[in-house]
């Protein structure tokens, strides 16, 4: 099985993207779908939300600074186009 650490890396790399961020103005309703969703998937797999939080503390903010990540990440991508 794996630590909440392997499953927070695996789930963000599966499930965040920089395009959700741009669903919704500023991206608030994105991230709280995305953190409802994480949250949901630890307890499926047997994490509780404190482990969850103990490893990246608010999940809500977690989730909105990988959403800017990887849109930042992608701006840089395009600009290089």
């Known amino acids: 099985m794996m630590g909440i ?14 395009d959700e961020e741009y669903e919704a103005p500023g ?3 994105a991230a709280r ?5 994480m949250i949901l ?11 969850l939080m103990d490893e990246v503390g608010d999940p809500l903010t ?15 991508r395009m600009k290089k186009e």
């Not at 650490?5 to 920089?18: K, P, S």
């Not at 779908?33 to 969703?37: I, Q």
């Not at 998937?41 to 482990?51: H, N, S, T």
Request: hydrophobic share 40%; proline share 0%.
């Open 41 to 51: 998937a630890a307890r499926q797999q047997g994490f509780k939300l404190k482990q």
């Open 5 to 18: 650490r392997e499953f927070v890396d695996f789930w963000v790399e599966n499930c965040v993207h920089a």
């Open 62 to 76: 977690y989730i909105r600074a990988e959403l800017d990540k990887k849109n930042a990440d992608e701006k840089a």
């Open 33 to 37: 779908m995305l953190t409802n969703r």
């Open 27 to 29: 991206g608030l309703d």
